[in-house]
């Protein structure tokens, strides 16, 4: 069609014109929100698989919020940093089984097989 066929560009249009008949698709933005248990980064949800994969091969693991510590943490997400190592399938001060609390949230968890005693 077109060039290789010798049409001009009305010829060319005509050929096309009536595949558009139909509206566009809209170009307006998305507006999805992720759920605050997913997480966009994608590699917290990772880890936290791997660790609970640990825990059903027998090995018992912790987990603890860590906060960006720049002075900016809100005091929800610092009062869980301050709680430390907890168990795997527990829940951190807030009611949140894992980073991130709210929207805008900037920590992360960190996972680790529970150091012998």
Known sequence: MGIFEAKSSKLVGGDVAPNLDSDPPS????????????????????????AYELAEAGLTMEKSWLAPGDGKDC???????????????????????????????????????????
């Open 75 to 117: 005091d929800v997400c610092a009062t869980n940093a301050e709680a430390g190592w907890i168990p795997l399938s527990g829940v951190f001060p807030s009611g949140h089984p894992r980073p991130l609390a709210h929207e805008g949230c900037r920590c992360d968890a960190l996972y680790q097989r529970k150091p012998k005693k």
């Open 27 to 50: 170009l307006e933005p998305s507006i999805h929100r992720l759920d605050p248990i997913e997480d966009p980064r994608g590699d917290l949800l990772q880890s936290e698989q791997q």
